[in-house]
């Protein structure tokens, strides 16, 4: 109720336009007094996370610097003594979210509604300078965004992430490596780390699948730079599952000694629900993850948020599910929708139905995924497409499972190496590689008839991009098409709806699903994803992978020749440009580049068959049929000289395989695959070898050579390898990091009892060759060591190192920042 204005006495004199000015604004802070409720609203905790991006309280508001404060001196200085006062004797100060309008005319009401707080409150922290150590903050200057996390209000870090809370009625039993525990129905649990699950009793959902009690682990991992996944009963006996969550040791953690970017990813200290199940332990027992049940609980104080599904993502993958052997969905949308998101969760749903809860249906067959997404590949590094089938769920983020191998639960069957993270670098080549991983498929079906697919499409969309989305859902014989943005544009949702409706293919528009918080960039995670694979090895003697934390530099790297009678690298390509032959030792010499095999000489797209072959013999030859040993020799000529005729030969005698005019036209998909990545290391050029990087298994390039294939080295435009470049000087800072945390203590107890001289000597020396190490490796080309970590002082060495040179590398001792292309 707005109060009524009373009669004001008659004043025995003028009253001066300040006085009036005075008497108005009491007047509106008495109206607002009144007017507000006697109970100031407290911010309410909701029992189970929103799946949207969270609402932020008044509070929010108020902790944060607003634009008239950062553009005031005085109130910059006044808050500044503020914080140098006791919490109790701080004086309480308007901001922009509580303040009356001194303009707003009475009768108004001065407390406007929730959605215009929360508006403000937004824009408050989108102009606050201090955020959360993962947040994303761009440098002026660089060229391809140079992340700095700093830190946020710890208002903004209460967020829910589990509804369960673990007392001696749900745990079963628990120790130093093991916590077994009971999840009643509906309610969930959120982990952070690395575990092994066993669900002992029930049936629990995990990042979409459907995990029915029975003697299996499922390796999962939960890092901070993507959304947690959340273990929830979906049913059980006696109303709630019983699971067993194991520590493991992989080796991914250890690869924060090698990039800034794997740090702070995994646990912190023990979180309470930690410490509850500690109890009885060692007092530094540490599990491999951590039971949160707020993200306040984190004490790194990082963005936490778990990851629940949209009801309509639910429903469209039940619904998807139900078409069981028959299902071909196409999954596209724009940038950044959840597209990739939606296809792990769905392959998930769909490797985990049983018999007693999808209808009778059993998937023994896997799933085939055709991953056409070369700039954010799920299980390959970044530049390949390729066709997989999978036989199991994967739990957690593409940079986990980088590569496949046979005992992982899935398998690589055919991959292409388009040498960029875009389609768009040579959309003919992308268009060809796609029919030829389609054929593959439809091979695949001939042995698995009831194998589902499932396609993830870049977020290519536009022009060329759109012209390949429609030509698929028209040839490929889709069952569904899934577009993941409900906001369109009509420009493409349009054609692609007529597109599908002219296949009769049913077409569902979903709403995005986008992160509030990211805590890497696109560039980033494909360089942790690219890191990890070549660190990362699969023993044959173990189900799971493991990873190194040895520096690539101190690693036996693979030799072979690319010349002689001994000669194992056939040709070098260079895809995107047309270089000088005499530059090609400078663009392939620590460069990521594509292994691919050729499979006949058809893979040479563009050339005519050699004249010293006749057509029925070289017809007879690529058709395959049972020939004799005399047509394999003369084979196996004609496939080399067919090679050698489009081979130009550097000074240094490199085989530089250049195939028409103007830049280099790619191999035919079909009749050539990729193996895999590799990093070279080094060109010899007195014995004319190559050494090589790659955590391609041998038996894969032993196999390709016994059928007869030939290898190349394809140079494309992949990122740079800078995580590579700078990994010596991190394990040098790490090894010289440890080395003085595990003689602190000893070197205090040796002060306090009179240590001995030579004891002293040995430790000084040892210290001083760990930092001559650190000396050396900082004195690495194209990588500026930069010892000063303020934001200041990042952003001037950005201008002032920008050149020519894209592949100059900054290493920031511990900070969260990669790279400075």
Same mark, same amino acid.
Request: net charge negative; glycine share 6%.
């Given at each position: 109720?707005?109060?009524?204005?009373?009669?004001?006495p008659?004043?025995a004199?003028? &009253?001066?336009?300040?006085?009036?000015?005075?008497?108005?604004?009491a007047?509106?802070?008495?109206?607002?007094?009144e007017?507000?409720? $006697?109970?100031?609203? $407290?911010?309410?905790?909701?029992?189970?996370?929103?799946?949207? %991006?969270?609402?932020?309280?008044?509070?929010?508001?108020?902790?944060?610097?607003?634009?008239?404060?950062?553009?005031?001196?005085?109130?910059?200085?006044?808050?500044?003594?503020?914080?140098?006062?006791p919490? /109790?004797?701080?004086?309480?100060?308007?901001?922009? #979210?509580?303040?009356?309008?001194?303009?707003?005319?009475?009768?108004?009401?001065?407390?406007?509604?929730?959605?215009?707080?929360?508006?403000?409150?937004?824009?408050?922290?989108?102009?606050?300078?201090e955020?959360?150590?993962?947040?994303?903050?761009?440098?002026?200057?660089?060229?391809?965004?140079?992340?700095?996390?700093?830190? *946020?209000?710890?208002?903004?870090?209460?967020?829910p992430l589990?509804?369960?809370?673990?007392?001696?009625?749900?745990?079963?039993?628990?120790?130093?490596n093991?916590?077994?525990?009971?999840?009643?129905?509906?309610?969930?649990?959120?982990?952070l780390?690395?575990?092994?699950?066993?669900?002992?009793?029930?049936?629990?959902?995990?990042?979409?699948a459907?995990?029915?009690?029975?003697?299996?682990?499922?390796?999962?991992?939960?890092?901070?730079? @993507?959304?947690?996944?959340?273990?929830?009963?979906?049913?059980?006996?006696?109303?709630?599952?019983?699971?067993?969550?194991?520590?493991?040791?992989?080796?991914?953690?250890?690869?924060?000694?090698?990039?800034?970017?794997?740090?702070?990813?995994? *646990?912190?200290?023990?979180?309470? #629900?930690?410490?509850?199940?500690?109890?009885?332990?060692?007092?530094?027992? %540490?599990?491999?993850?951590?039971?949160?049940?707020?993200?306040?609980?984190?004490?790194?104080?990082?963005?936490?948020?778990?990851? @629940?599904?949209?009801?309509?993502?639910?429903?469209?993958?039940?619904?998807l599910?139900?078409?069981?052997?028959?299902?071909?969905?196409?999954?596209?949308?724009?940038?950044a929708?959840?597209?990739?998101?939606?296809?792990?969760?769905?392959?998930?749903?769909?490797?985990?139905?049983?018999?007693?809860?999808?209808?009778?249906?059993?998937? *023994?067959?896997? &799933?085939?995924?055709l991953?056409?997404?070369?700039?954010q590949?799920?299980?390959?590094p970044?530049?390949?497409?390729?066709?997989?089938?999978?036989?199991?769920?994967?739990?957690?983020?593409?940079?986990?499972?980088?590569?496949?191998?046979?005992?992982?639960?899935?398998?690589?069957?055919?991959?292409?190496?388009? /040498?960029?993270?875009?389609?768009?670098?040579?959309?003919?080549?992308?268009?060809?590689?796609?029919?030829?991983?389609?054929?593959?498929?439809r091979?695949?079906?001939?042995?698995?008839?009831?194998?589902?697919?499932?396609?993830?499409?870049?977020?290519?969309?536009?022009?060329?991009?759109?012209e &390949?989305?429609?030509?698929?859902?028209?040839?490929?014989?889709?069952?569904?098409?899934?577009?993941?943005?409900?906001?369109?544009?009509?420009?493409?949702?349009?054609?692609l709806?007529? #597109?599908?409706?002219?296949?009769?293919v049913?077409?569902?528009?979903?709403?995005?699903?986008?992160?509030?918080?990211?805590?890497?960039?696109?560039a980033?995670?494909?360089?942790?994803?690219?890191?990890?694979?070549?660190?990362?090895?699969?023993?044959?003697?173990?189900?799971?992978?493991?990873?190194?934390?040895?520096?690539?530099?101190?690693?036996r790297?693979?030799?072979?020749?690319?010349?002689?009678?001994?000669?194992?690298?056939?040709?070098i390509?260079?895809m995107g440009?047309?270089?000088?032959?005499?530059?090609?030792?400078?663009?392939?010499?620590?460069?990521?580049?594509?292994?691919?095999?050729?499979?006949s000489?058809?893979?040479?797209?563009?050339?005519?068959?050699?004249?010293?072959?006749?057509?029925?013999e070289?017809?007879?030859?690529?058709? /395959?049929?049972?020939?004799?040993?005399?047509?394999?020799?003369?084979a196996?000529?004609?496939?080399?000289?067919?090679i050698?005729?489009?081979?130009?030969?550097?000074?240094?005698?490199?085989?530089?395989?250049?195939?028409?005019?103007?830049?280099?036209?790619?191999?035919?998909?079909?009749?050539s695959?990729?193996?895999?990545?590799?990093?070279?290391?080094?060109?010899?050029? /007195?014995?004319?070898?190559?050494?090589?990087?790659?955590?391609?298994?041998?038996?894969?390039?032993? *196999?390709?050579?016994?059928?007869?294939?030939?290898?190349?080295?394809?140079?494309?435009?992949?990122?740079?390898?800078?995580?590579?470049?700078?990994?010596?000087? @991190?394990?040098?800072?790490?090894?010289?990091?440890?080395?003085?945390?595990?003689?602190?203590? $000893?070197? %205090?107890?040796?002060?306090?009892?009179?240590?001995?001289?030579?004891?002293?000597?040995?430790?000084?020396?040892?210290?001083?060759?760990?930092?001559?190490?650190?000396?050396?490796?900082?004195?690495?080309?194209?990588?500026? &060591?930069?010892?000063?970590?303020s934001? @200041?002082?990042?952003?001037?060495?950005?201008?002032?190192?920008?050149?020519?040179?894209?592949?100059?590398?900054? #290493?920031?001792?511990?900070?969260?920042?990669?790279a400075?292309?």
């Amino acid at each position: 109720m707005v109060k009524r204005k009373v009669d004001k006495p008659q004043s025995a004199g003028p &009253v001066s336009a300040v006085a009036a000015l005075a008497a108005r604004r009491a007047r509106q802070q008495q109206i607002v007094v009144e007017d507000a409720p $006697q109970v100031a609203p $407290q911010p309410v905790v909701e029992s189970e996370p929103p799946s949207k %991006k969270p609402r932020r309280s008044l509070d929010v508001a108020e902790a944060t610097e607003t634009n008239d404060d950062r553009q005031n001196p005085r109130t910059r200085a006044a808050k500044k003594q503020d914080k140098q006062l006791p919490a /109790g004797d701080r004086p309480k100060r308007a901001t922009r #979210a509580t303040q009356p309008m001194e303009t707003q005319p009475e009768g108004e009401q001065a407390i406007q509604d929730g959605s215009e707080d929360e508006q403000v409150a937004t824009d408050a922290v989108e102009n606050n300078d201090e955020m959360d150590e993962n947040d994303v903050a761009s440098v002026v200057g660089d060229a391809d965004g140079y992340e700095s996390p700093a830190e *946020t209000p710890a208002e903004l870090q209460n967020f829910p992430l589990s509804k369960a809370r673990l007392n001696k009625s749900n745990i079963v039993y628990s120790d130093e490596n093991t916590l077994c525990i009971r999840i009643k129905e509906r309610a969930n649990l959120a982990l952070l780390g690395q575990y092994d699950l066993w669900v002992k009793r029930g049936v629990v959902s995990l990042m979409g699948a459907k995990l029915h009690a029975s003697s299996q682990l499922h390796r999962v991992y939960a890092p901070s730079t @993507h959304s947690l996944p959340v273990i929830k009963c979906v049913s059980g006996i006696d109303g709630d599952a019983e699971v067993e969550i194991k520590s493991c040791n992989s080796g991914i953690a250890r690869l924060r000694d090698l990039s800034p970017l794997y740090q702070r990813i995994w *646990t912190g200290d023990n979180t309470a #629900a930690d410490k509850s199940t500690l109890k009885g332990t060692t007092k530094d027992s %540490k599990r491999s993850f951590s039971v949160l049940y707020t993200s306040a609980d984190d004490s790194l104080n990082r963005h936490l948020r778990p990851l @629940h599904l949209d009801k309509k993502w639910s429903a469209s993958m039940k619904s998807l599910s139900q078409r069981q052997g028959q299902l071909r969905v196409l999954v596209c949308g724009p940038k950044a929708s959840g597209k990739s998101t939606f296809s792990r969760y769905l392959l998930n749903h769909v490797l985990s139905p049983t018999p007693e809860t999808e209808g009778g249906h059993v998937n *023994t067959e896997g &799933v085939a995924f055709l991953d056409l997404d070369p700039g954010q590949p799920e299980f390959t590094p970044m530049g390949q497409i390729y066709l997989a089938r999978l036989r199991k769920p994967f739990f957690g983020p593409p940079f986990t499972h980088p590569s496949l191998d046979n005992s992982q639960g899935g398998e690589i069957l055919r991959a292409h190496h388009i /040498g960029a993270t875009s389609p768009k670098e040579d959309p003919d080549h992308y268009a060809l590689a796609v029919m030829d991983l389609m054929d593959q498929y439809r091979s695949l079906l001939e042995k698995y008839p009831q194998c589902p697919l499932i396609i993830n499409y870049p977020g290519w969309i536009f022009g060329q991009g759109l012209e &390949v989305a429609m030509w698929l859902v028209k040839s490929l014989g889709l069952s569904d098409v899934v577009y993941m943005s409900e906001k369109g544009p009509s420009e493409v949702v349009d054609p692609l709806g007529l #597109a599908a409706r002219q296949a009769r293919v049913p077409m569902t528009i979903l709403p995005s699903q986008p992160t509030d918080f990211v805590s890497r960039s696109s560039a980033q995670l494909r360089a942790m994803q690219i890191q990890s694979y070549f660190h990362m090895s699969h023993p044959t003697d173990l189900g799971t992978s493991l990873w190194s934390e040895e520096p690539l530099s101190r690693t036996r790297p693979l030799t072979v020749d690319y010349t002689g009678p001994r000669q194992g690298i056939s040709g070098i390509m260079v895809m995107g440009s047309q270089i000088n032959p005499e530059l090609l030792h400078e663009t392939l010499e620590g460069a990521i580049v594509g292994l691919v095999a050729i499979e006949s000489p058809r893979a040479l797209m563009g050339t005519m068959a050699p004249p010293h072959a006749p057509n029925d013999e070289q017809d007879e030859i690529e058709s /395959g049929l049972d020939i004799d040993m005399d047509s394999e020799n003369a084979a196996a000529r004609i496939f080399d000289d067919s090679i050698a005729d489009n081979i130009v030969r550097t000074r240094e005698d490199l085989p530089y395989l250049f195939v028409g005019s103007g830049s280099c036209t790619p191999l035919d998909p079909k009749a050539s695959y990729c193996l895999g990545l590799a990093l070279v290391r080094s060109i010899d050029t /007195g014995s004319h070898k190559l050494e090589l990087s790659t955590s391609i298994p041998p038996s894969y390039i032993q *196999t390709s050579i016994e059928k007869g294939h030939r290898l190349v080295l394809v140079r494309g435009q992949l990122d740079n390898p800078n995580w590579a470049i700078s990994e010596e000087y @991190h394990a040098a800072r790490a090894a010289e990091r440890r080395y003085q945390e595990s003689t602190s203590g $000893q070197k %205090k107890a040796g002060e306090s009892s009179g240590q001995k001289a030579s004891d002293l000597s040995e430790h000084n020396r040892t210290l001083a060759l760990l930092r001559e190490r650190v000396r050396r490796a900082s004195n690495v080309p194209w990588m500026t &060591v930069v010892e000063d970590n303020s934001r @200041h002082q990042r952003e001037a060495a950005a201008r002032r190192e920008k050149s020519l040179w894209k592949l100059r590398k900054k #290493a920031y001792p511990g900070s969260e920042s990669e790279a400075d292309y």
